[in-house]
């Protein structure tokens, strides 16, 4: 079956302007997960969801990152008025039933604000 | 708050030989542990997951421990081959809902 996909694979924005950063997961999977990577790093948690509730956005770095789910499949991570230190991949997860389920992991959409 | 650290940062070996990666976290109240594989360019893979109340898991040529109480996994390749050239990830989950990931270990095996 299909894993989780993100689209766009690759965005370059300047500085200031929004981007938008969608997520289709696993069918039938209730939980998502938003993380960004940045280069060298590991990934940081950015956001989770459950169904359409979003259940923890502890992770957003600032008021500029909104995330939705608003049918509880698909996900839009929204950043506004983009900055340098954005520049990352953002990673979207997925995984059955309860949140300490195994997550699986899209291929991720590399965003460079110049 | 969890900290999860990776030894080595990276690791060259020759074709043929078994490794050990090295994992280690600060709270050991976890979930589970996971090791992932990330080729260049690309997303996570997931390798192997290890309950808390377990102590290994293997799946073809890895192994994967899990030492809760100290703190520690190791991953184990058995007869690398170049094909395994990635960086390896760890990550714990505890009472929160997502992962807690190292650093990674970039891993190249030499043909």
Same mark, same amino acid.
Not at chain 1, 17 to 34: E, K, M, N, T, Y
Not at chain 1, 49 to 67: H, I, M, V, Y
Not at chain 2, 5 to 23: F, R
Not at chain 2, 27 to 54: C, E, H, M, V
């Given at each position: 079956?299909?894993?989780?996909?993100? %689209?766009?694979? +690759?965005?370059?924005?300047?500085?200031?302007?929004?981007?938008?950063?969608?997520?289709?997961?696993?069918?039938?999977?209730?939980?998502?997960?938003?993380?960004?990577?940045?280069?060298?790093?590991?990934?940081?948690?950015?956001?989770?969801?459950?169904?359409?509730?979003?259940?923890?956005?502890?992770?957003?770095?600032?008021?500029?990152?909104?995330?939705?789910?608003?049918?509880? %499949?698909? %996900?839009?991570?929204?950043?506004?008025?983009?900055?340098?230190?954005?520049?990352?991949?953002?990673?979207?997860?997925?995984? %059955?039933?309860?949140? +300490?389920?195994?997550?699986?992991?899209?291929?991720?959409?590399?965003?460079?604000?110049? | 708050?969890?900290?999860?650290?990776?030894?080595?940062?990276?690791?060259?070996?020759?074709?043929?030989?078994?490794?050990?990666?090295?994992?280690?976290?600060?709270?050991?109240?976890?979930?589970?542990?996971?090791?992932?594989?990330?080729?260049?360019?690309?997303?996570?893979?997931?390798?192997?997951?290890?309950?808390?109340?377990?102590?290994?898991?293997?799946?073809?040529?890895?192994?994967?421990?899990?030492?809760?109480?100290?703190?520690?996994?190791?991953?184990?390749?058995?007869?690398?081959?170049?094909?395994?050239?990635?960086?390896?990830?760890?990550?714990?989950?505890?009472?929160?809902?997502?992962?807690?990931?190292?650093?990674?270990?970039?891993?190249?095996?030499?043909?």
């Amino acid at each position: 079956g299909a894993g989780v996909s993100q %689209s766009p694979r +690759y965005k370059v924005a300047k500085r200031g302007q929004d981007v938008a950063l969608r997520c289709d997961p696993i069918s039938g999977h209730v939980s998502l997960f938003w993380y960004q990577q940045a280069l060298g790093q590991g990934p940081e948690f950015l956001t989770y969801f459950q169904n359409e509730a979003q259940l923890d956005k502890s992770g957003l770095p600032s008021d500029r990152f909104f995330a939705e789910r608003p049918e509880g %499949s698909v %996900s839009t991570l929204k950043i506004q008025r983009t900055q340098q230190e954005d520049s990352a991949v953002y990673l979207c997860a997925s995984s %059955s039933g309860g949140s +300490y389920n195994e997550q699986f992991f899209g291929p991720g959409t590399r965003l460079t604000v110049l | 708050k969890q900290e999860v650290t990776q030894i080595p940062a990276a690791l060259s070996v020759p074709e043929g030989e078994n490794l050990v990666l090295n994992c280690s976290f600060t709270d050991s109240a976890i979930y589970n542990l996971q090791w992932f594989r990330q080729d260049p360019g690309k997303g996570l893979t997931s390798l192997l997951l290890i309950q808390s109340s377990q102590r290994e898991q293997t799946s073809g040529r890895l192994n994967a421990s899990l030492d809760k109480s100290s703190g520690r996994s190791t991953l184990y390749i058995a007869a690398s081959q170049p094909g395994d050239s990635a960086t390896y990830l760890c990550a714990v989950q505890t009472g929160a809902n997502n992962l807690f990931f190292g650093t990674g270990t970039r891993l190249t095996v030499i043909p």
